[in-house]
T-cell receptor, first 112, second 115 residues
Framework: GESVGLHLPTLSVQEGDNSIINCAYS??????FIWYKQESGKGPQFIID?????DKRQGQRVTVLLNKTVKHLSLQIAATQPGDSAVYFC???????????FGAGTRLFVKA | DAGVIQSPRHEVTEMGQEVTLRCKPI?????LFWYRQTMMRGLELLIY????????DSGMPEDRFSAKMPNASFSTLKIQPSEPRDSAVYFC?????????????FGSGTQLSVL
């Protein structure tokens, strides 16, 4: 079935610590995964993506890990800053139609 | 680049009224998506277009909702008649290419309140 958000878990971290946000995706046929960041009053903004033929991809301060065996994604943010406070969504592109389906989201709160 | 432009930013209307939300995708983008965001259901895909043609409208809640894309630079989402349960933030997003896996670019959304 498609991912539908029902609850919004919260992760609270200290400034400077590393953050890990987890996501379970729904469709084993999905072949492209994206992490988005949404700040209050704004639309989701792209952070990093990964294709199904990879298991890790690194960006600037962010790393995405993909475990296809258990259909699990994680987003790691190094040296978390107050500006990282937002809601983070994982999304999957379902094969064929290239439509993007979003997960429930996780709220990240960074304590100064 | 102005990004994806949505209007209005906020809309307050009374139950039973017609509501029209508007979206201008990024120039040159050939796929356009409409999403609805609520606390209860998160970000739901309503419908998407490739090259101005509706591809999948399975997420449209019911016949009160309709979407059009008359040309590559404009799309509308209409609700008629509106109901209080339609209150949500509606996002439009676009993507350059219909047939490859790419990220979406989102507008700032329209906050709809139906009283």
């Amino acid at each position: 079935g498609e991912s539908v958000g029902l609850h919004l878990p919260t992760l609270s971290v200290q400034e400077g610590d590393n953050s890990i946000i987890n996501c379970a995706y729904s469709n084993s046929a999905s072949d492209y995964f994206i992490w988005y960041k949404q700040e209050s009053g704004k639309g989701p903004q792209f952070i990093i993506d990964i294709r199904s033929n990879m298991d890790k991809r690194q960006g600037q301060r962010v790393t995405v890990l993909l475990n296809k065996t258990v259909k699990h994604l994680s987003l790691q943010i190094a040296a978390t800053q107050p500006g990282d406070s937002a809601v983070y969504f994982c999304a999957e592109n379902m094969g064929g139609g290239f439509k993007t389906i979003f997960g429930a989201g996780t709220r990240l709160f960074v304590k100064a | 680049d102005a990004g994806v432009i949505q209007s209005p930013r906020h809309e307050v209307t009374e139950m039973g009224q017609e509501v029209t939300l508007r979206c201008k995708p990024i120039s040159g983008h050939n796929s356009l998506f409409w999403y609805r965001q609520t606390m209860m259901r998160g970000l739901e895909l309503l419908i998407y277009f490739n090259n101005n043609v509706p591809i999948d409208d399975s997420g449209m809640p019911e016949d009160r909702f309709s979407a059009k894309m008359p040309n590559a630079s404009f799309s509308t989402l209409k609700i008629q008649p509106s109901e209080p349960r339609d209150s949500a933030v509606y996002f439009c997003a676009s993507r350059p290419t219909p047939t490859t896996n790419e990220k979406l670019f989102f507008g700032s959304g329209t906050q709809l309140s139906v009283l």
